[in-house]
C-alpha cells in the first residue's frame, strides 16, 4: 500500500488545517486508516483512526473535540479536519495503512502552529 499525504502548512493558533492520505495498490485489505504525529524531540502519539468497515473512530485526548477524521471509501482516502489548532499541534503527521499483521506509512507532512 502506498501513501501520499497532502494539507500540511502554517497556520496561525486557532486556526484549521485539513489534512488527506490517499491509499493505492493492495487497498482491498485495509483493516483501519490512521494518523500518527511526531514532534522534534518527542516520541511518535497516535492522533486518530478509522475503521474501514464500520468507520469506528478514536481520537486521543490531546486532539478529541478538534481533531476530525472522515473516509472515503470510494477514493481509498482518509481525511483529518483539523481546528483550534495549538502551537503543541506542532509536527509532521503521518498517514498509517493497517492491513492485517502489516503497516504502512506515508512519507509525512509538516503542520506547524504559529503562537
Known amino acids: 500500500v502506498q501513501l501520499v499525504e497532502s494539507g500540511g502548512g502554517l497556520v496561525e493558533a486557532g486556526g484549521s488545517l485539513r489534512l488527506s492520505c490517499a491509499a493505492s495498490?493492495?487497498?482491498?485489505?485495509?483493516?483501519?486508516m490512521g494518523w500518527y504525529r511526531q514532534a522534534p524531540g518527542k516520541q511518535p502519539e497516535l492522533v486518530a483512526t478509522i475503521t474501514r468497515g464500520a468507520g469506528v473512530t478514536y481520537y486521543s485526548d490531546s486532539v478529541k473535540g478538534r481533531f476530525t477524521i472522515s473516509r472515503d471509501n470510494t477514493k481509498n482516502t482518509i481525511f483529518l479536519q483539523m481546528t483550534t489548532l495549538k502551537p503543541e499541534d506542532t509536527a509532521v503527521y503521518y498517514c498509517?495503512?493497517?492491513?492485517?499483521?502489516?503497516?504502512?506509512w506515508g512519507q509525512g507532512t509538516q503542520v506547524t502552529v504559529s503562537s
Open positions: 498509517n495503512a493497517r492491513r492485517g499483521p502489516f503497516n504502512s
Open positions: 495498490g493492495s487497498t482491498l485489505g485495509i483493516d483501519a
